[in-house]
């Protein structure tokens, strides 16, 4: 996948912004406050996911102003498309001519894979930033994935309000039964797509981080629902199992406890918790070789490179390892956001933009 060309008008301090990007390496710089970040920010909208930044439309419109536009021109699917995205408050997507219901309608047809600051609570932070990594992942690569994930939660929500009316009427149990069987039988699907991918993201992810880290500490990582490979049908009783089990505890805490809603994965550093004994660095290291496995992944399934969009990484990183990283992604189209370009621009392919004022300038 190619962007050929992006806009962005009102779009946090964006007051209009276009540019024709090279297909391989893109740098965009200038100082802090500038506007680098909302760039990147604008193109990844564009996946149909919210914002890995803010969750309200009206943080990514510009004050004063009543509602952003996006526009990408891309190659995917061997053809090239158009989508245009407004933000008012709410956000209505385009594609090729044609107004679809969501901007949900992009999972699937435009993939982008970003590292921001913010990707570091992948494995400093709880497992809810974890979950969510899996979550946007697989929704990327199995759109049906995100749509048993929404059934899921809606059943989630009802058992969740079922709890606090027993509380106050203590009605015969047996209620809960329909709703117990549903949420374990969407929970298993939901499950096992996420066992089947953290099976193909951890060889990809500990060669990666070998690469990075030259390797000095093996990386590795589970997920905390069960070790094994095993199937949907075992899940689904697994998990029936669990939720029966936790039932007093969801009457005290009027919340189901049991499910993949709560489950997490378990990052390791020569078999040690990540989070714990890790250092920011090898942290760093850990979220950036997920990351790039997760973008790898994306071109194994679908055959479509996903745009990588690094925002603020390199200069934590020494030459060794922007070297194994910058020759990782030779071939694909990248665009990374820094302060001083001058470690980048040694490539001899692509191009560099600086960005002052939230104005965007190709440069020689």
Known sequence: MIINFHSAKKFRNLDFVEFTPHPEMNVIYGENGQGKTNIIESIWMMTGFYSFRARKNAQLIQQGSEEAEIETLFYSQQREQNAVMKIN???EIELNGVKEESP???MGKFFAVVFSPNTLGIVQD????RRKMLDIALSLIKPNYAVIMSRYLRVLD???????????????????????????SLGAKIIKYRLDYVEKLRELSAEIYKGISSGREEFSFYYDFSKENISESEIKEKLKDNILKSRDADFKRFYTNAGPHTDDIVLTLDARDARIFGSQGQQRSCALALKLGEASIIEKITGECPVVLLDDVMSELDEGRQTFILNYLDNWQVFITCCDPSTLLRSKKGKAFEVKDGKINEME
């Open 126 to 129: 709880g497992p809810s930033e």
């Open 104 to 106: 949900r309608v992009m």
């Open 89 to 91: 408050k709410r956000k």
């Open 158 to 184: 009802q058992r969740n309000a079922l709890l606090k009316k027993y509380a106050e009427k203590k009605f015969d149990l047996m209620y809960f039964e329909p709703w117990d069987e549903e949420l374990a």
